[in-house]
Nanobody, 123 residues
Framework: QVQLVESGGGLVQAGGSLRLSCATS????????MGWFRQAPGKEREFVAA????????YYTDSLKGRFTISRDNTKNTVYLQMNSLKPEDTAVYYC????????????????WGQGTQVTVSS
């Protein structure tokens, strides 16, 4: 079992930046690939980014490449999502996910999920 707790969400103006954090506890952090998803009101949860256990392989949904960056610090058992040039359409609840598979963690079939953190981007 692994527990995930997101933080760092909030209200930001368009063009601003936020860094989300996902702290993990439980089993060894490096066992897991990590991912970020988001869910806007009335929409399905969508994949944002994923990173492998060592941090040297990352994947992004095409529309967010260049604005969002995923990273991890295995000494702190934490994964991050740096979000720049935020737009009102980035408003959503952002979720952290973990899975032993880098492929599965890019899907909603991921084994473990956090509770989410709200990001609101005002125009």
């Amino acid at each position: 079992q692994v527990q995930l707790v997101e933080s760092g969400g909030g209200l930001v103006q368009a063009g601003g930046s936020l860094r989300l954090s996902c702290a993990t506890s439980g089993r060894t952090f490096t066992t897991y690939a990590m991912g970020w998803f988001r869910q806007a009101p009335g929409k399905e949860r969508e994949f944002v980014a994923a990173i492998n256990w060592s941090g040297d392989t990352t994947y992004y949904t095409d529309s967010l490449k260049g604005r969002f960056t995923i990273s991890r610090d295995n000494t702190k058992n934490t994964v991050y999502l740096q979000m720049n040039s935020l737009k009102p359409e980035d408003t959503a609840v952002y979720y952290c996910a973990a899975d032993i598979s880098l492929w599965v963690v890019q899907t909603t079939a991921s084994a473990y999920w956090g509770q989410g953190t709200q990001v609101t981007v005002s125009s």
